[in-house]
């Protein structure tokens, strides 16, 4: 039904910035909420932040004031940019989508990786 397709990770310096792009397609109309979550190795899967239709955002406290998630001005896309990144961000980020009306993700990306070097 939906795809989505994660890109921009790779490799930074602590400190630095990144920008990741969240690609959706298919049968994208009933979308309402896309976020981000992240999983290092080893550790359970991390919300990070999500944005809806409204445009209205939510951040985990652990990123709040270095991450900003905006909408692109394809509405079909979302990003994730990142600043003063630390070697705890380290992880790999998964864009995530949700319809109207649901209570959970419905849709995953494939995850892009996100390696923070100290």
């Known amino acids: 039904q939906v795809q989505l397709v994660e890109s921009g990770g790779g490799l930074v310096q602590a400190g630095g910035s990144l920008r990741l792009s969240c690609a959706a397609s298919?049968?994208?109309?009933?979308?309402?909420?896309m976020g981000w979550f992240r999983q290092a190795p080893g550790e359970q899967r991390e919300w990070v932040g999500d944005?809806?239709?409204?445009?209205?955002?939510n951040y985990a406290d652990s990123v709040k004031g270095r991450f900003t998630i905006s909408r692109g001005n394809a509405e079909n896309t979302m990003y994730l940019q990142m600043n003063s990144l630390k070697p705890e961000d380290t992880a790999v980020y998964y864009c995530?989508?949700?319809?109207?009306?649901?209570?959970?993700?419905?849709?995953w990306g494939q995850g892009t990786q996100v390696t923070v070097s100290s």
């Open positions: 995530a989508a949700s319809d109207y009306g649901s209570r959970a993700y419905d849709y």
């Open positions: 944005i809806n239709s409204g445009g209205s955002k």
């Open positions: 298919g049968s994208i109309f009933n979308i309402d909420v």
